[in-house]
């Protein structure tokens, strides 16, 4: 299986920050990934896939990029709302799909 | 709206199977577009993917689980179910239900239900 380690586990930052979460793969996986986001409580939201498409509906702030064994999800201005837990997720079909970790946004 | 809804006993005992149903609205299950599937996540943890199935009957599982899962359809009632047999307290989780829409060779989560909290415990 393939192996995703994100990295802050935890981060804090303030209201119109610039933040930046890093998922990487234990094995190159092209372009194979997904962020989600989850807020207490709630199921996961889809924000992005293919490592750089944004979900229809998801705000512009979000952006994702990277391929081959690393990524990163970037917000550009943090808004009061996207404080939650992010994963990203390898998309391969023929393999067993997985999760990393997560990353917990809170509020500084 | 796409929804999809979980559900079924909220606690199973120790060496029983866990039973629960994912009822689903404004997409069919046989549909050649999408995979439906589980997910759980342990509380305070993180998610793991247990398994989907296509509108043909053919199955994915996690290794990790699969000498354990079966997941199934019911095309008359727009249903996807997932038995999980020999649970232990390490299956006490939040399960989700989640339709697979596969873009090429990828699959993405894109609908999820609000999620079901099984707790294992005699």
């Known amino acids: 299986d393939i192996q995703l380690t994100q990295s802050p586990s935890f981060l804090s930052a303030s209201v119109g920050d610039r933040v930046t979460i890093t998922c990487r793969a234990s094995?190159?996986?092209?372009?194979?990934l997904a962020w989600y986001q989850q807020k207490p409580g709630k199921a996961p939201k889809l924000l992005i896939y293919?490592?750089?498409t944004l979900q229809s509906g998801v705000p512009s702030r979000f952006s994702g990029s990277g391929s081959g064994t690393e990524f990163t999800l970037t917000i550009s201005s943090l808004q009061p709302e996207d404080f939650a837990t992010y994963y990203c997720?390898?998309?391969?079909?023929?393999?067993?799909?997985?999760f990393g970790g997560g990353t917990k946004v809170a509020i500084k | 709206q796409v929804q999809l809804q979980e559900s079924g006993p909220g606690l199973a005992k120790p060496s029983e199977t866990l039973s629960l149903t994912c009822a689903v609205s404004?997409?069919?299950?046989?549909?050649?577009?999408?995979?439906w599937g589980w997910i759980r996540q342990p509380p305070g943890k993180g998610l793991e993917w247990i398994g989907s199935?296509?509108?043909?009957?053919?199955?994915n599982y996690n290794p990790s689980l699969k000498s354990r899962v079966t997941i199934t359809l019911d095309t008359s009632k727009n249903q996807v179910s997932l038995k999980l047999s020999s649970v232990t307290a390490a299956d006490t989780a939040v399960y989700y239900c989640?339709?697979?829409?596969?873009?090429?060779?990828?699959?993405?989560?894109?609908?999820w239900g609000q999620g079901t909290l099984v707790t294992v415990s005699s």
């Open positions: 989640a339709r697979h829409l596969h873009m090429g060779a990828n699959t993405v989560l894109d609908y």
């Open positions: 293919a490592a750089s």
């Open positions: 094995q190159g996986i092209s372009s194979y």
């Open positions: 997720q390898q998309l391969n079909r023929y393999l067993p799909l997985t």
């Open positions: 199935i296509y509108y043909t009957g053919s199955t």
């Open positions: 404004g997409s069919s299950i046989s549909s050649e577009s999408y995979y």
